[in-house]
Nanobody, 121 residues
Framework: VQLVESGGGLVQPGASLRLSCAAS????????ATWYRQRPGKERELVAAIADDGSTNYADSVKGRFTVSNHNVEKTVYLHMNSLKPEDTAVYYCNAELSIYESDPRIYDYWGQGTQVTVSS
């Protein structure tokens, strides 16, 4: 199983993007998921997280602009990004704790390969 991010690209300031994070094969459920980003010359930082109970957590820099959601029917985690700024330019990574089979209680931790978001005029 791999996590695959998609939806990145080059956009102008003020634009919106929706990043997706999905498993490459069938899984049972995503429990907790976190979006991180790594800006040029910076360390990887937490952007947004969603827990199994639906609670969310955001970095101060994205509060009010980004929304994380976990759609368990689609087995996909999304990051809706609005009012993008040049400082949002980064590689965005998805991290998820998931189970593969309903009959197997083990939870596995996976990382995606990252998707580039560039905000520039």
């Amino acid at each position: 199983v791999q996590l695959v991010e998609s939806g990145g690209g080059l956009v102008q300031p003020g634009a919106s993007l929706r990043l997706s994070c999905a498993a490459s094969e069938h899984i049972f459920k995503i429990y907790n998921a976190t979006w991180y980003r790594q800006r040029p010359g910076k360390e990887r930082e937490l952007v947004a997280a969603i827990a199994d109970d639906g609670s969310t957590n955001y970095a101060d820099s994205v509060k009010g602009r980004f929304t994380v959601s976990n759609h368990n029917v689609e087995k996909t985690v999304y990051l809706h990004m609005n009012s993008l700024k040049p400082e949002d330019t980064a590689v965005y990574y998805c991290n998820a704790e998931l189970s593969i089979y309903e009959s197997d209680p083990r939870i596995y931790d996976y990382w995606g390969q990252g998707t580039q978001v560039t905000v520039s005029s």
